[in-house]
């Protein structure tokens, strides 16, 4: 990748990144945005244990964070990250959920760190140690590795329990929410294209009120305004850092801040600025990791830049940071909103297990897809043994025990396994920097 390069700036934007949009286009086009991030950023609380009205309230902060940082000049909205689910279950299952914040801070601290390390020595250097054909298999281990507990959620009354009930209510449900998700999602053409996890998950709620399976009176009970549960460190919990919170939770850094680039590199071409350029990668990446350290000051999980609202402002042609932010300011009043928030933990698992079936195989196609968009040959041997040895390792569940407590286990260690192969297998490519 060359820093310098030029991009050419397209001709049919309606607002670019720092214009002002008129009061009705503000709330329209913020709204819009607010709707497209609103689906997966409630669903990784949910599947985590964590409250979704506080991963929307820090999703809202975090992005007006992350713009403050980038000296508005990136529009990137920030939400819930799918690749620390697996993680912070883990944690909170063993340690509690303090233990999974204290990962989520020091996941904001090595973004801060690798944003040090990019300012001083380039995004060339470390795209050397992350390239398609690691990020790649490691993405679609994130996919993968969750998809049992799609599945479960489908299929049973209650996936947390000890003995699982099949209930064909239930995976009906899931089917008919899945069915709803994929109908939107290939047969509409204009925004509503944009969030068919939403409009899935409004059609599987429906149905699951005809079903009988919703307990809607506490939404009824809800108060239109409350204090959102926030989780604090030093209130709720003394935070701890353990060998069990590092180990789990650094080597799963490698994919977001991977996708984070990525992200930044598909922007840039659609708006026709060179964000690695200017402001910087690093500003970037910083800011992404300061919304992550208030997010798990506040109980939330870990954010980052979303694709879904690369994908709006692709279709909108509308790049201004004013709409971004608009949404975030959205995001932060319905934290606030207590029916909202009841409405939301009245999903039943289903709904949300049919959605999951969809967005965690997204998740797995994504990894290829950056494997052929990346022109990776696996007919090389070199690629094929990478790939094939983190997607074993990381699907199968191995685990390196490293004390009584603490091990290294799934997908990171399916990270760092394939990050080592590609620095010591002979026939790596070298990177712009390196030649």
Request: charged share 10%.
């Amino acid at each position: 990748m060359e820093s310098n390069e030029t991009v050419q700036k397209p001709a049919n934007i309606r607002l670019d990144v720092q214009e002002k949009p008129t009061p009705r286009q503000w709330l329209t086009l913020s709204l819009q945005h607010l709707f497209a991030m609103f689906g997966s950023t409630v669903l990784v609380p949910i599947l985590t244990g964590l409250d979704p009205g506080i991963a929307l309230l820090t999703s809202g902060i975090g992005t007006l964070a992350y713009l403050l940082i980038t000296k508005g000049q990136i529009p990137a909205y920030l939400g819930s990250s799918f690749a620390f689910i697996a993680p912070i279950v883990l944690l909170n299952e063993n340690s509690g959920v303090g233990s999974a914040l204290v990962g989520g801070f020091l996941i904001g601290i090595i973004y801060a760190l690798v944003a040090l390390l990019v300012k001083a020595v380039g995004p060339g250097t470390i795209l050397k140690f992350l390239p398609p054909i690691v990020v790649g298999p490691v993405i679609m281990v994130i996919g993968l590795g969750l998809a049992s507990t799609a599945v479960n959620m489908a299929m049973y009354e209650d996936s947390t329990a000890k003995v699982l009930v099949y209930s064909s209510k239930h995976f009906t449900i899931a089917l008919i929410t899945l069915g709803i998700t994929l109908f939107c999602s290939v047969a509409f053409k204009n925004f509503l294209s944009l969030i068919p996890v939403l409009l899935g998950i409004v059609g599987g709620y429906i149905a699951s009120l005809f079903f009988g399976i919703v307990d809607f009176q506490k939404v009824i009970d809800a108060p239109w305004f409350q204090i959102p549960n926030f989780t604090v460190p030093f209130v709720d919990y003394t935070p701890h850092l353990t060998w069990e919170i590092i180990l789990i939770m650094v080597p799963i850094a490698i994919v977001p801040i991977s996708e984070h680039i990525g992200d930044q590199l598909v922007l840039s071409k659609i708006a026709g600025k060179n964000f690695v350029e200017k402001p910087g990668l690093h500003r970037s990446l910083f800011g992404d990791g300061i919304s992550i350290m208030i997010a798990s000051c506040l109980g939330g999980p870990p954010n980052t830049t979303y694709g879904e609202n690369i994908g709006v402002m692709a279709l909108t042609r509308v790049f201004s940071v004013y709409v971004i932010g608009g949404a975030a300011v959205f995001a932060i009043a319905f934290g606030f909103i207590g029916k909202i928030s009841a409405l939301i933990h009245s999903i039943p698992s289903a709904v949300m297990g049919g959605v999951s079936i969809l967005l965690f195989g997204i998740i797995a196609s994504s990894g290829l897809r950056m494997l052929i968009d990346s022109k990776v040959d696996l007919s090389v041997n070199r690629n094929l043994v990478i790939s094939s040895v983190i997607l074993i390792i990381g699907v199968g569940g191995a685990f390196l025990k490293l004390t009584e407590n603490a091990s290294i286990s799934g997908m990171a260690l399916a990270a760092i396994v394939g990050v080592i192969l590609n620095l010591i297998l002979p026939g790596r490519e070298k990177t712009s920097t390196e030649q």
